[in-house]
């Protein structure tokens, strides 16, 4: 059992937890807790090691099988001093950091602009997963995905649906062919008058900031969510999910 903070697998594990910087450079992420696990077990990734805690977590509820050397016990103060949360969930295993490719010809693209609330782009990724969403771009200026936050808050988004930074340009030529539309609140076409019937792109931005000047230059069309009550605004992630869902709906009719 490992009991020592300076084993290299924890502080390794720790640093990937707590920071951008090492997951980008090892090429590595750390995802905490069964249900994570599981999710990036049976989208096909192996994980370099698990630590768990034997007295709060057993690896039956491990959906897939793992080789025994790669299954590390350690004591609960280890697991705690690694774990990103205030209550540990007793597992944390270190994986490769996901790679995901881009569809040949995806039709439903979200476009994420600025978002920097782990939070929110956590929900977000969740809400595209479920609404059918086939890729996800993130453009210069959002939080990493790779964030335990973003990662907790997608309940495995991550690894249902492909989640990439790209450039702008970059965006501009995976979107070519697509129906561009930009949330705004100060357009005139409601959400669900739109046509989301055919091949689409929807950008959603901070609503802090707005939209970026490459989002508004690239957006066919604005788009809003009619409110009540004189609300000023959604938040982020509330107004991808009511505007995902729409579309949704017209697909499935």
């Known amino acids: 059992m490992i009991t020592s903070l300076q084993n290299d697998r924890v502080k390794l594990a720790h640093g990937l937890l707590n920071g951008t910087k090492s997951r980008r450079k090892l090429g590595k992420v ?15 990734y192996l994980p370099d090691f698990i ?3 034997p007295d709060a977590v057993s690896i039956t509820t491990l959906k897939v099988a793992v080789d025994a050397d790669l ?17 540990s969930q007793g597992i944390v295993g270190v994986f490769p950091l996901p790679t995901p490719n881009i569809p040949r010809s995806p039709q439903h693209i979200l476009i994420l602009d600025a978002i920097s609330d782990p939070g ?3 929900t977000i990724l969740r809400s595209a997963a479920a609404a059918g969403v086939d890729l996800v771009l993130l453009a210069p200026g959002c939080v990493d ?10 309940m495995g988004a991550h690894f249902r649906v492909p989640v990439i930074n790209q450039s702008w340009d970059k965006i501009a030529e995976t979107c070519n062919g697509s129906t561009i539309s930009l949330a705004d609140m100060h357009s005139d076409l409601a959400y669900d008058a739109a046509d989301w019937s055919g091949r689409w792109a929807l950008i ?38 009511v505007i995902l869902f729409e579309a949704a709906r017209q697909q499935r009719r």
């Open 120 to 122: 929110n782009l956590g």
């Open 51 to 53: 630590l768990y805690d």
């Open 71 to 87: 299954l590390l016990e350690a004591a609960p103060e280890i697991i705690r001093s690694v774990s990103g949360t205030e209550h």
């Open 145 to 154: 995905p790779y964030n335990d936050k973003v990662l907790r808050g997608g």
């Open 30 to 44: 750390a995802l905490e807790g069964v249900r994570l696990i599981n999710d990036a077990l049976e989208a096909g």
């Open 204 to 241: 959603v931005g901070s609503e802090a900031h707005g939209a970026s000047e490459q989002a508004s230059a690239l957006a066919h069309q604005r788009i809003y969510i009619p409110m009540a009550a004189e609300t000023e605004s959604l938040n982020a992630a509330m107004a991808a999910a």
